[in-house]
């Protein structure tokens, strides 16, 4: 030994050692590794060579706001760039928010980094892309001082001097959240600055990199086992070796402390130890708090990262859903895309094209996220997915199991659940039973998340809180960053290497979905059952926020329905030659994407809004002039390109070749109208129209027409009809109008009076099935419905105490969430709340014999006003509120209710496909979280005898709890949408009472689609010959029950084959007969992928009829 070398520990033979106290020798070994505290001196000082560093050449050029270079554009990006870049350096800063900024890089290898490896690093504080030089995106970069900072990229494992580094990297001037304005979540600023904070490229010292891994493991297991654990106490006492063995400031110490290291994760685990299957992932929101825009390159930074890092680690895999994600990679990034496909170990998943909300879309949306998704991945991937993959959304309607069956997946996967802040869901790996009893393998990740960082006590707390230890050995842990994506970390990687097989650790493998369900469904022991939804006890606010967004959903929903219905008519009558199946498929794909779950449930930001509207608007123009011109088609009439406004609908309007065929030129008015009916029943409603375009049309004598049911008021110029269209049918109106008097099943009105006084204090309004009485300050005092006995029954609760009975009463609720302001309503809200004031004035707008109007006049506060229309039609079984709101509180919500006199232990609400029942009491604390529910177009309260259905027309948030009925209109959040609800909204609701104990039974669903998808009247150049029509359900043969909800055009053959999609409404087993006009070869049934069923026969009896 030199005598004038340092006297080191391990010199100091026979000295004895102190004895070890855990929580300072805890605390000395952390330090060994701090960000923060002898942070010059420990060993993450020694990760980079900081004295060897080189700043990087850099030359930016600016691109103008909303560019979108990098969308498959880089070429052009560069071109525009080479003329007007600039000297950058460290300190400068770049912005505003969104705004993209390219750097040209380069460097050249020093002599003193041969044969290191070699990083280059750069931080803007904001998300990045590394570019090669020829156009390939490389690697994502994440800036800034947060957990997923990623600002490393390996320019060479043994560098060769003089090697001349050349890239571009695009910096997006915003972080991996977005540009919160003092907060994550709140709304973004516009004026962001990002400042460069690191460009170089420096030596990598790998051997000290691995023993920070190591020394980190080490802590973790020593901090997370318990301190009477024989293997975490081994844990420190092994951290504390390496610290008095190393010093930090002579790399012969390293090799002692890694054999150090070494030895402890070389001891191995026993068979029966639980094992991890870990599958790398970057949930990726397709929008949140940034616009679409830029989740496209979030997903290539994300994407480019985890091929990248595949080089390095042999047995990483790493799992991606949503095909609309990957729809936009493949037009972006087509090299990163190729690279995708045929990469082994990307894994794609989901089965969806977005990862949509699953509260609010309706049954039909569901079937098209997944056929459209499911289609992607078979023709990009060569296969189905088998795992329904949702990780992150607010709840999970009743009807998803036998969806995802339907579309040939057997297992389900998400974790929300354990979010909830009143009951501990009890399950982690169990069968979810479906309305249907369809059941699918369901597993929750127990480490609570799809973000998992691979730490010890995340891999502890999988096996610890896995419900199921006695009847299963396997969990699924998904890590990597989320939400912003960025995903796994280099970090997490070596945890896995480690962690393979460490004694007193649960055994941890890298595995695809698929593999860990097939696994598990061999392994586990008598699952347990879950029937019913998956309620999410938290973000019930997502029912209502941002209801113009729902409404437009809902709108758009309907308007397709609508048009397949018309152009599968008009395809197969000969009318329309090509069946328009790609300009539809692109409107429901604009549909889907913003049913994604953080767009239709209203928790982003005002662009990701702005944009959800601009594609709403898209549907409405493209899909109303896609059906005017089919409608046109119809009548032996093509338009013209401007006709339809529309290259793709002008198209669609072709006629058959030897069809008549009536060339003509969209006028300002057009002569004739069809009345369209989507709905599979008839039904008897009341249209209403100017009168003066009504007189325009060829078709009819009106002075001739005394025996039509119709008012032609020629004081206020409109006409209003009474119909009655086929189901499922498009008719002339002339031949849709009722025939007879109209003093018979008219709608009466009557003011009322206190005796002795002509002043008005209320008003009744009747027809044959109901009768209501309102006060003219708008309350509700009685609503009763009359049997067809003639029998006079009351819903509506009646109390001696005026002042606190009567319906139709608006309520203010403060509305302050203890976090999460857009997405939530909490419990307490219902302690605090403000009747608004009664209406101002009361006017009698219609009274004829076929529709009462009246409207009201609300100041609901300073800010805000309401205008509801009260409307009564003749034959109506539903009372009618057409609401307007001009809207401006903050964190307030407004909610109508009505307390009726109904008791009913259960309430029933429409869902997709069918009827979810939930408790009216508070006994236990899982009824109590029910306080706030999702329903889609009613929600009823019956008891023998007598039932009542709240209807409306774009709303979800329902609360029936004892007597009370009350619905939820608006919210008023500022987190992170500031402007969420503000201004004009129009809205329905409606009363059905109904004599029945079952609301179906009743007829509600009818209801219900009645006041959706009304019969509408559709402009047409020449009146229509004779009704057209395809489909109907015999009413005769079949069950009420049978719903026919969709006729669409088959995907493999849209010329020749229909999809017609039936479903059992009630909850039971039915049989129905399906009629049509046209023979047909074959009838195959189906799954929602339009693939032939292997078992079982379509029970409907199709039979031939003439036109």
Not at 450 to 463: G, I
Not at 642 to 655: C, H, K, N, R, W
Request: proline residues 5%; contains cysteine.
């Amino acid at each position: 030994m030199d005598p004038a070398a340092p006297l080191r520990a391990y010199d100091r033979v026979g000295a004895q050692a102190p004895p070890h106290y855990r929580k300072i020798t805890l605390e000395r070994v952390e330090k060994l590794i701090d960000p923060v505290y002898w942070a010059d001196v420990n060993v993450r000082s020694r990760l980079y060579d900081e004295s060897s560093k080189v700043p990087l050449d850099l030359q930016v050029f600016h691109l103008p706001m909303g560019h979108k270079s990098t969308w498959n554009l880089f070429q052009q990006a560069i071109e525009q760039g080479a003329t007007k870049a600039e000297k950058a350096t460290v300190g400068d800063e770049f912005g505003p928010t969104w705004s993209t900024h390219w750097f040209e890089v380069r460097a050249v290898i020093p002599d003193g980094f041969r044969g290191k490896e070699v990083h280059m690093r750069f931080d803007t504080n904001s998300e990045a892309m590394v570019w090669s030089a020829d156009g390939e995106p490389l690697q994502g970069l994440t800036g800034g001082e947060g957990d997923g900072k990623r600002v490393e990229f390996v320019v060479s494992r043994s560098a060769v001097p003089g090697t001349a580094l050349h890239f571009f990297i695009e910096m997006a001037a915003n972080e991996l959240f977005g540009a919160g304005d003092g907060g994550f979540l709140h709304p973004p600023s516009v004026d962001r600055k990002f400042k460069l904070v690191q460009a170089d490229i420096c030596v990598f010292n790998t051997e000290w990199a691995h023993l920070f891994h190591d020394l980190s493991l080490l802590v973790e297991i020593a901090k997370k086992l318990p301190e009477s654990s024989r293997r975490g106490s081994e844990a420190l006492f092994t951290a504390n070796q390496v610290a008095n063995v190393l010093w930090t400031d002579d790399d012969s110490t390293l090799y002692q402390a890694r054999q150090l290291t070494a030895a402890f994760f070389a001891k191995r685990n026993g068979e029966a130890q639980f094992e991890v299957s870990a599958i790398g992932h970057c949930h990726i929101d397709t929008a949140w708090l940034w616009p679409y825009r830029e989740t496209r390159r979030k997903c290539g930074r994300s994407w480019a990262t985890a091929i990248r890092y595949m080089e390095d680690y042999p047995e990483y895999r790493f799992t991606a859903s949503q095909a609309q994600q990957l729809q936009w990679v493949k037009e972006d990034y087509p090299g990163l895309f190729s690279k995708l496909r045929t990469s082994e170990r990307f894994v794609p998943t989901g089965g969806s094209w977005v990862e949509m909300d699953c509260n609010v879309p309706s049954g039909e949306s569901f079937c098209r996220q997944f056929l459209y998704g499911q289609r992607f991945f078979k023709e990009e991937f060569g296969r189905p997915c088998k795992v329904f993959w949702l990780p992150d959304t607010f709840g999970y309607a009743s009807q998803l199991p036998q969806l995802v069956r339907a579309a040939e997946m057997d297992y389900f996967l998400t974790q929300k659940l354990s979010w909830n802040l009143i009951n501990k869901f009890p399950y982690s790996t169990f069968y979810w039973e479906g309305l249907d009893g369809t059941r699918v393998l369901t597993h929750f990740p127990p480490a609570n998340t799809y973000c998992a960082k691979v730490t010890v006590e995340e891999v502890v707390n999988t096996a610890e809180q896995y419900h199921e230890r006695d009847r299963s050995n396997d969990a699924l842990m998904v890590f990597g960053h989320g939400d912003g994506g960025g995903g796994p970390q280099r970090g997490m990687l070596e945890r896995i290497h480690r962690l393979q097989d460490c004694d007193g650790i649960p055994k941890v493998s890298c595995r695809s979905p698929i593999e860990f369900f097939e696994r598990l469904e061999r392994n586990i022991q008598a699952p347990l059952t879950w029937r019913g939804e998956l309620y999410f006890e938290l973000h019930r606010g997502t029912y209502t926020t941002h209801a113009r967004i729902k409404k437009a959903n809902r709108r758009s929903e309907f308007l397709l329905r609508r048009v397949e219905l018309l152009c599968a008519i008009a395809v197969h009558h000969g009318l329309l030659q090509v069946y328009p199946q790609a300009n539809i498929e692109e409107l429901w794909k604009l549909i889907l994407l913003n049913q994604f779950h953080d767009v239709l449930p209203g928790t982003s930001i005002q662009l990701a809004n702005d944009d959800a509207h601009h594609y709403y608007e898209e549907v409405e123009r493209r899909a109303t002039a896609l059906l005017n011109s089919t409608a046109a088609a119809l009548c032996g009439c093509a338009l013209d390109q401007d006709d339809v406004g529309d290259e793709q609908t002008a198209a669609a309007a072709s006629v058959a070749e030897g069809a008549p065929r009536k060339r003509v030129r969209r006028e300002p008015t057009l002569q004739s109208v069809v009345l369209l009916n989507a709905n599979d029943f008839p039904l008897t409603t009341v249209v209403e129209m100017p009168l003066d375009e009504l007189k325009t049309h060829t078709y009819w004598d009106l002075d001739e027409e005394s025996t039509r049911r119709m008012v032609l008021d020629t004081e206020k110029q409109r006409a209003f009809l009474e119909v009655r269209p086929d189901p499922m049918s498009v008719v002339s109106l002339p031949e849709a109008v009722t025939r007879g008097s109209l003093e018979l099943n008219r709608v009466l009105f009557s003011w009322e009076t206190l005796p002795g006084s002509s002043e008005a204090i209320g008003f009744v309004v009747e027809n044959q099935h109901l009768c209501a009485r309102f006060t003219c300050d708008g309350i509700l005092r009685a609503l009763h419905g009359k049997a067809p006995d003639g029998a006079i029954y009351q819903v509506l609760k009646q109390d001696e105490d005026a002042s606190s009975c009567g319906g139709n009463r608006f309520w203010l609720y403060e509305d302050t969430p203890l976090f999460w302001d857009a997405w939530d309503v909490m419990e307490y809200h219902v302690e605090k709340r403000a009747y608004l004031p009664p209406a101002s004035s009361c006017v009698l707008s219609v009274e004829n014999q076929l529709r009462v109007e009246v409207l009201f006049e609300y100041q609901l506060t300073e800010h805000s006003s309401l205008k509801q229309i009260v409307r009564l039609d003749a034959r109506s079984r539903m009372l009618v509120f057409d609401t307007s709101v001009n809207w401006h509180e903050k964190h307030k919500c407004l909610k109508v209710e009505f307390p009726v006199a109904i008791r009913s232990h259960e309430a029933r609400y429409h869902t997709q496909y069918g009827i979810v029942s939930r408790p009216t009491h508070r006994n236990t604390s899982w009824d109590v979280a029910k306080f706030e529910v999702c329903g889609h177009h009613w929600a009823d309260l019956s008891e023998p005898g007598r039932g009542v259905s709240l209807l409306n027309d774009c709303k979800y948030g329902y609360s029936v709890m004892d007597q009370m009925m009350s619905l939820s209109l608006l919210r008023s959040p500022k987190r992170p949408d500031p402007t969420a609800d503000m201004g004009h909204h129009r809205f329905q609701y409606a009363l059905f009472p109904h004599q029945e104990n079952d609301p179906m039974a009743a007829g509600v669903s009818q209801c219900g689609f009645e006041l959706n998808d009304p019969p509408q009247l559709i402009p047409v150049p020449v009146s229509l010959s004779a009704p057209q029509r395809l489909f109907w359900l015999d009413e005769a043969e079949s069950s009420p029950s049978v719903r026919l909800d969709c006729v669409k055009a088959a995907e493999g053959d849209p010329q020749r084959a229909l999809i017609v999609r039936l479903y059992e409404s009630h909850g039971g087993q039915a049989r129905a007969t399906l009629r049509s006009v046209f023979p047909f070869r074959s009838v195959v049934q189906v799954n929602i992928l339009e693939n032939p069923l292997e078992h079982g026969t379509a029970t409907q009896k199709i039979e031939h009829l003439s036109v």
